[in-house]
T-cell receptor, first 115, second 111 residues
């Protein structure tokens, strides 16, 4: 079955430390891949996306993600975390068929940033 | 371009009532999707509308329905509200690409 897994429910990092949030997917074909961020009580904001080409993609707010086909992973990284990065992060995958696309979201990883 | 807007932002209803939520997509976007977000179930897909037609549907009871107008604005309706319908309802619009852009959500509380 098609699925998106974010193994870490909650991660705590110190401000200034590096960050990596994991995402694995299970799809028959290579899907389109996304990372979204959600602040409390708000909607989701698109951080970055991968469709094809260079497997290392840059996003907003200093985030990047790397697509690894062999591992079916699309991990999100940031070299130095800021206190304002505290939020919930969602990995999403989409498989297009015809004019439709089937978008699935992971369960989310909540990021806490220690001063 | 203006982003996705949702109204109202907050809503309190009692069990058995019905509710209608509204979503205005980004100008030029023809696809609108609705999601329910709860702490226990996470983000769950409700349905998607494209050019006034329901294109995809999630696994929700018939009490949840929607529609889309010719200007791409969409509404979702929940009838006979239950306590478990309390959630953040998110709307997302999609243009030519495959990414979705989300509105701020409507927080529905059922008492």
């Amino acid at each position: 079955a098609q699925s998106v897994t974010q193994p870490d429910i909650h991660i705590t990092v110190s401000e200034g430390a590096s960050l990596e949030l994991r995402c694995n997917y299970s799809y028959g074909a290579t899907p389109y891949l996304f990372w979204y961020v959600q602040s409390p009580g708000q909607g989701l904001q698109l951080l970055l996306k991968y469709f094809s080409g260079d497997t290392l993609v840059q996003g907003i707010k200093g985030f990047e993600a790397e697509f690894k086909r062999s591992q079916s992973s699309f991990n999100l990284r940031k070299p130095s975390v800021h206190w304002s990065d505290a939020a919930e992060y969602f990995c999403a995958v989409s498989v297009a068929y015809g004019n439709n696309n089937d978008m699935r979201f992971g369960a989310g990883t909540r990021l806490t940033v220690k001063p | 371009k203006a982003g996705v807007t949702q109204t109202p932002r907050y809503l309190i209803k009692t069990r058995g009532q019905q509710v209608t939520l509204s979503c205005s997509p980004i100008s030029g976007h023809r696809s609108v999707s609705w999601y329910q977000q709860t702490p226990g179930q996470g983000l769950q897909f409700l349905f998607e509308y494209f050019s006034e037609t329901q294109r995809n549907k999630g696994n929700f009871p018939g009490r949840f329905s929607g529609r889309q107008f010719s200007n791409s604005r969409s509404e979702m309706n929940v009838s006979t509200l239950e306590l478990g319908d309390s959630a953040l309802y998110l709307c997302a619009s999609q243009g030519q690409g495959y990414e979705q852009y989300f509105g701020p959500g409507t927080r529905l509380t059922v008492t």
